[in-house]
């Protein structure tokens, strides 16, 4: 049984995606930041529907905390199928933003996609099959006003995705960034009412997260072999 590891696996889309890639019958280790109990329910609950799944919780912007558990992890064998979708919002407009603000953002979700994607490669390069997606954002893609530090760390991933496929590509591994659009969770509702949604997305709707999860799935899978070092908007046709 393949094994898949998703970061920020317990908020709503990587909930989805963790549910999507057990029913592909594959081993998904949930990890959770501080909210291991959440982690730990999403986990129980996969396995109430007849799935395999687990729960890890550290920080992906400690390298030291990063490196020490997926070391755990490897024991058991090598992580094949990894989803990068741990990241934080911290918005303001960049001539009031304090450095706090900055560092965190581009800490989570670039240098932690760092700190868990360079200890699993190898082990991954080993088995000469794996597939590495990135969650990005349509931010990383177009900008977006008051938030240059999180356009700036999902537009690292995309340009770290695009490199890395060159380098994996002979040993059997795909890696490509996603970008969703506006996807429903508690997260987007009050910044985004549906008056707002309306007008801003054609198809005029939230995503959501299953959505999300059916393109993760697919790039997890055989049939996407021969895709990699791409960029996926999933946006409701916004750009």
Not at 19 to 33: E, K, W
Not at 56 to 78: H, I, M, N, R, Y
């Amino acid at each position: 049984m393949k094994r898949a590891l998703v970061t920020g696996g317990s908020g709503a889309i990587g909930a989805a995606v963790c549910r999507a890639l057990a029913a592909d019958g594959l081993h998904v280790v949930i990890h959770a930041n501080s909210r291991l109990d959440a982690a730990e329910a999403l986990a129980s609950g996969i396995r109430a529907e007849g799935g395999s799944a687990g729960a890890v919780c550290f920080d992906v912007a400690d390298a030291t905390a990063a490196s020490a558990a997926l070391e755990k992890l490897l024991q058991d064998g090598a992580i094949q199928v990894l989803v990068n979708n741990a990241g934080i919002h911290h918005d303001g407009i960049l001539a009031g933003m304090s450095q706090e603000q900055w560092h965190s953002v581009i800490d989570v979700s670039l240098n932690g996609f760092f700190n868990v994607t360079q200890p699993l490669l190898l082990p991954m390069l080993r088995t000469r099959w794996g597939r590495i997606i990135n969650m990005s954002s349509i931010a990383g893609v177009t900008g977006n006003r008051g938030q240059a530090n999180y356009a700036a760390a999902k537009a690292g991933l995309i340009g770290a995705s695009k490199s890395l496929a060159q380098e994996v590509a002979s040993r059997g591994v795909t890696v490509n960034a996603v970008a969703p659009g506006i996807i429903a969770s508690p997260m987007i509702k009050d910044a985004f009412p549906a008056e707002a949604i309306n007008s801003l997305v054609p198809m005029k709707r939230a995503g959501q997260p299953e959505e999300v999860a059916a393109l993760v799935s697919f790039l997890a899978s055989d049939k996407a072999a021969y895709i990699s070092g791409q960029v996926i908007s999933i946006n409701g046709a916004m750009a």
